[in-house]
C-alpha cells in the first residue's frame, strides 16, 4: 500500500450503486455517492463536466442521453465493476489500490504504526508496519487479509472482460 496519486477518472455514483462507488474507491478512482433518489439535475451537477455519471436508472440514462453517463445493468456489484471495467475500458495500470477511503472518497494518508496506537488491535499493529489513515473520518487501513481478498476480486474482474 504505498502512498500513490490517484487517477484522473472520476465517476459519480447514484445511490443504488453504493457496493460500486466502494469498489472504485478502493481501487483508487475518485467517486462520489449521491444518497438521494436517483436526480438527473443532482448527478449532473456533482459530475460538474468531470465526472462519469453511473446510473441503474433509466430515466437518468434517457435524460442524460450518451454522454458521460454509464448505464449499469446488473444488481451484483461484481457484475457491475466487471462492466464498468469493460465499458469504460479501465486498464490495470489505471488502478491505485488502497489510496482513497471507501467510506468518504478522502485521499489517504501513509502514517507510522506508533501514530496508530490504541486505534487499531495491538496485534494489528505489531504484525503490520505499513498504515494509512482517512485525514476526513479516521478511518486506519493495513494490507490485511481483507486487501488480499479484495486484490484476488480485482484480479477476477479484469481476467473476466
Not at 64 to 76: D, E, K, R, T
Not at 124 to 140: L, Y
Request: include cysteine; proline fraction near 4%.
Amino acid at each position: 500500500m504505498a502512498c500513490d496519486q490517484q487517477t484522473d477518472l472520476a465517476f459519480v455514483a447514484d445511490s443504488t450503486l453504493g457496493k460500486l462507488a466502494k469498489n472504485l474507491r478502493l481501487a483508487g478512482f475518485d467517486t462520489l455517492l449521491d444518497k438521494g433518489v436517483p436526480s438527473t439535475r443532482r448527478l449532473v451537477c456533482l459530475a460538474a463536466g468531470q465526472r462519469i455519471v453511473l446510473t441503474r436508472s433509466t430515466k437518468v440514462k434517457k435524460e442524460l442521453g450518451a454522454g458521460h453517463v454509464v448505464f449499469i445493468h446488473a444488481n451484483q456489484p461484481s457484475v457491475q465493476m466487471s462492466q464498468l471495467i469493460a465499458t469504460v475500458h479501465l486498464r490495470r495500470e489505471d488502478l491505485r489500490p488502497m489510496s482513497l477511503c471507501a467510506l468518504c472518497n478522502r485521499r489517504l494518508d501513509c502514517v507510522n504504526p506508533d501514530e496508530v496506537r490504541g486505534r487499531v488491535p495491538d496485534f494489528v499493529r505489531q504484525q503490520h508496519s505499513r498504515f494509512k489513515a482517512c485525514p476526513a473520518c479516521k478511518r486506519i487501513y493495513w494490507p490485511g487479509t481483507h486487501t488480499d481478498r479484495w486484490m484476488r476480486r480485482m484480479e477476477m474482474w479484469f481476467n473476466s472482460g
